[in-house]
């Protein structure tokens, strides 16, 4: 047997050089490289492509959930209706926390502002888009707030019929994503809804589940001006004074009620809407 018939064969007694060998250490990295590689170009594609879906997806969740705090689609009884259609009938306006005021529309696009896609969440993580809250005033334990907020509005002959408000806070592991929606008084509770937290499930999860939340219709925040809404611990009874005002708390599940408590207290309040409500009430 010739040299380059034995190849690197030790039984056949090789010894091609390292460098021409398939298992060689050399050609495995540069194998394994060019596998990641074509991974990665595969995987950074799929992203790149796959955005504007993801974006699409990300924005109709939202508009189910304020079209369900609203009272105007149920997840599990419309699956099939037209979403976008529905939401067509809210209109989307931009809030300045700061200035305690609705925008106009020319002034928020003005601002750089576009309604329909703002990200109050990202805002509220950048510095130059947020303020950070003192220990005394952020009640919600959220650390920072987006100068501006997003809020829905449906109308009936020019009148607001519905305003749904963008809120979260803290619960006892995380912080609850919702909504709340209020009737035409700005005081009257019409639905609230929290699409997003980390609480436990059967516990503070029960955030979500329709029966509590049903518990809100027709409740009332303000009392005299001042937020009064009370998430008590136990059942509301019977013989209460002010029952428009409580809430039944979740059961085993204080911490969490009472975050929601806070949230209401924080975004009905002097930092959050309230200025706002009271000028629309006005
Ligand atoms: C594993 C575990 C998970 C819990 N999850 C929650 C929760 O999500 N929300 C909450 O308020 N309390 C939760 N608790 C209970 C709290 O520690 C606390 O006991 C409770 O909020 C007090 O409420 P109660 O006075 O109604 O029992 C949890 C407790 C355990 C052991």
Same mark, same amino acid.
């Given at each position: 047997?010739?040299?380059?018939?034995?190849?690197?064969?030790?039984?056949?007694?090789?010894?091609?050089?390292?460098?021409?060998?398939?298992?060689?250490?050399?050609?495995?990295?540069?194998?394994?490289?060019?596998?990641?590689?074509?991974?990665?170009?595969?995987?950074?594609?799929?992203?790149?492509?796959?955005?504007?879906?993801?974006?699409?997806?990300?924005?109709?969740?939202?508009?189910?959930?304020?079209?369900?705090?609203?009272?105007?689609?149920?997840?599990?009884?419309?699956?099939?209706?037209?979403?976008?259609?529905?939401?067509?009938?809210?209109?989307?306006? +931009?809030?300045?926390?700061?200035?305690?005021?609705?925008? &106009?529309?020319? @002034?928020? /696009?003005?601002? %750089?502002?576009?309604? #329909? =896609?703002?990200?109050?969440?990202?805002?509220?993580?950048?510095?130059?888009?947020?303020?950070?809250?003192?220990?005394?005033?952020?009640?919600?334990?959220?650390?920072?707030?987006?100068?501006?907020?997003?809020?829905?509005?449906?109308?009936?002959?020019?009148?607001?019929?519905?305003?749904?408000?963008?809120?979260?806070?803290?619960?006892?592991?995380?912080?609850?994503?919702?909504?709340?929606?209020?009737?035409?008084?700005?005081?009257?509770?019409?639905?609230?809804?929290?699409?997003?937290?980390?609480?436990?499930?059967?516990?503070?999860?029960?955030?979500?589940?329709?029966?509590?939340?049903?518990?809100?219709?027709?409740?009332?925040?303000?009392?005299?001006?001042?937020?009064?809404?009370? +998430?008590?611990?136990?059942?509301?009874?019977?013989?209460? &004074?002010?029952? @428009?005002? /409580?809430?039944? %708390?979740?059961?085993? #599940? =204080?911490?969490?009620?009472?975050?929601?408590?806070?949230?209401?207290?924080?975004?009905?309040?002097?930092?959050?809407?309230?200025?706002?409500?009271?000028?629309?009430?006005?």
């Amino acid at each position: 047997m010739s040299e380059s018939e034995k190849g690197n064969d030790p039984a056949a007694g090789g010894n091609k050089p390292a460098a021409n060998n398939k298992d060689s250490m050399r050609n495995i990295i540069l194998v394994s490289l060019m596998v990641c590689f074509a991974c990665s170009v595969v995987v950074s594609s799929a992203a790149v492509f796959l955005k504007p879906e993801r974006i699409a997806n990300k924005l109709l969740d939202r508009n189910k959930n304020i079209l369900e705090t609203a009272g105007l689609y149920n997840k599990e009884t419309d699956a099939s209706a037209d979403v976008d259609q529905l939401f067509s009938q809210f209109e989307v306006r +931009v809030v300045d926390l700061e200035e305690k005021r609705m925008l &106009s529309v020319v @002034e928020a /696009k003005d601002r %750089g502002i576009e309604a #329909a =896609t703002y990200d109050q969440r990202k805002a509220s993580k950048d510095p130059s888009r947020s303020k950070a809250l003192g220990d005394a005033e952020d009640v919600a334990s959220i650390t920072r707030r987006a100068r501006y907020s997003t809020v829905y509005i449906l109308r009936d002959e020019g009148e607001i019929s519905k305003l749904v408000l963008p809120i979260h806070g803290y619960g006892l592991w995380s912080t609850l994503y919702g909504y709340i929606a209020l009737e035409p008084d700005m005081n009257t509770v019409a639905g609230i809804t929290f699409y997003e937290h980390g609480e436990t499930a059967g516990l503070g999860g029960e955030v979500d589940n329709p029966d509590w939340k049903s518990l809100w219709h027709g409740k009332e925040i303000y009392r005299d001006g001042r937020v009064a809404l009370d +998430v008590i611990k136990g059942s509301v009874p019977p013989e209460t &004074s002010n029952p @428009e005002h /409580k809430i039944d %708390g979740l059961s085993g #599940a =204080t911490l969490t009620s009472q975050g929601v408590e806070n949230i209401i207290a924080y975004w009905m309040g002097e930092d959050g809407f309230g200025p706002i409500l009271k000028d629309i009430r006005g």
